[in-house]
């Protein structure tokens, strides 16, 4: 049979009862600060990690509002690209057909100018050749009033010219030709005719011409 426990003994196990129920007390009180900060860093990751994706969120929302805003802002500009190419083509085509219209004017324009050069120069040549006729004419008739002038102020028979002063005045026959006085006095006392048309001729018929020049 065992023997009873003395009161020291007593105490020192309440003593170690303590000691063991304050070290539990603290391990529980040490789980319990333990469990609170997980649960705290637990919420807190949670939270933080519901920010960022609300964050994540706001940003992809902003980024689509962007994208949307460029996508609008290329297809503006999309549409107004292609109305300034149109009337861009427009423009180019207007200029086009008013270069065609122009050179065509300009040809036209040409070939007119080469055909009145062309007729001025045929006129040009139609009336020097025609200027060319009339002065050859007026040179040939000159010359045939010369030939007929130097037969009309010269003698026939000796082709010396009339002198109204001297000897060799003119004269004329009944025939109407005229010669130096001297010559046809000669010549009709060897022959009773006149020395041009041989017409009948006598020195009776010899006529003074006066106002001849001499």
Same mark, same amino acid.
């Given at each position: 049979?065992?023997?009873?426990?003395?009161?020291?003994?007593q105490?020192?196990?309440?003593?170690?009862?303590?000691?063991?129920?304050?070290?539990?007390?603290?391990?529980?009180?040490?789980?319990n600060?333990?469990?609170i900060?997980?649960?705290?860093?637990?919420?807190?990751?949670?939270?933080?990690?519901a920010?960022?994706?609300a964050?994540t969120?706001? &940003?992809? @929302?902003?980024? #689509?509002?962007?994208?949307t +805003?460029?996508?609008?802002?290329?297809? *503006?500009? %999309?549409?107004? =690209?292609?109305?300034?190419?149109?009337?861009?083509?427009?423009?180019?085509?207007?200029?086009?057909?008013?270069?065609?219209?122009l050179?065509?004017?300009?040809?036209?324009?040409?070939?007119?100018?080469?055909?009145?050069?062309?007729?001025?120069?045929?006129?040009f040549?139609?009336?020097?050749?025609?200027?060319?006729?009339?002065?050859? &004419?007026l @040179?040939?008739? #000159?010359?045939?009033?010369? +030939?007929?002038?130097?037969?009309?102020? *010269?003698? %026939?028979?000796? =082709?010396?010219?009339?002198?109204?002063?001297?000897?060799?005045?003119?004269?004329?026959?009944?025939?109407?030709?005229?010669?130096?006085?001297?010559?046809?006095?000669?010549?009709?006392?060897?022959?009773?005719?006149?020395?041009?048309?041989?017409?009948?001729?006598?020195?009776?018929?010899?006529?003074?011409?006066?106002?001849?020049?001499?």
């Open positions: 049979m065992e023997s009873p426990m003395n009161t020291e003994e105490q020192s196990l309440n003593d170690e009862d303590e000691v063991i129920m304050e070290m539990l007390q603290e391990i529980e009180l040490a789980v600060e333990k469990s900060n997980v649960a705290q860093k637990e919420e807190e990751r949670k939270s933080e990690e920010m960022k994706s964050e969120k706001a &940003e992809q @929302e902003n980024i #689509l509002k962007q994208i +805003e460029l996508i609008g802002e290329r297809d *503006s500009l %999309s549409a107004i =690209l292609k109305l300034q190419t149109e009337e861009f083509e427009q423009k180019v085509t207007k200029l086009d057909k008013m270069r065609q219209e050179l065509e004017n300009l040809k036209s324009q040409e070939e007119q100018h080469m055909q009145q050069v062309e007729q001025i120069k045929l006129k040549q139609s009336d020097l050749e025609a200027k060319d006729q009339l002065f050859l &004419e @040179e040939q008739r #000159l010359e045939r009033q010369q +030939e007929h002038y130097e037969l009309d102020v *010269s003698c %026939s028979i000796c =082709l010396d010219r009339w002198n109204s002063t001297s000897e060799h005045r003119p004269v004329s026959l009944r025939c109407g030709h005229l010669f130096g006085d001297h010559c046809i006095r000669s010549y009709l006392q060897r022959a009773y005719e006149c020395p041009q048309c041989r017409g009948p001729a006598q020195l009776a018929d010899l006529r003074q011409i006066f106002g001849r020049p001499a």
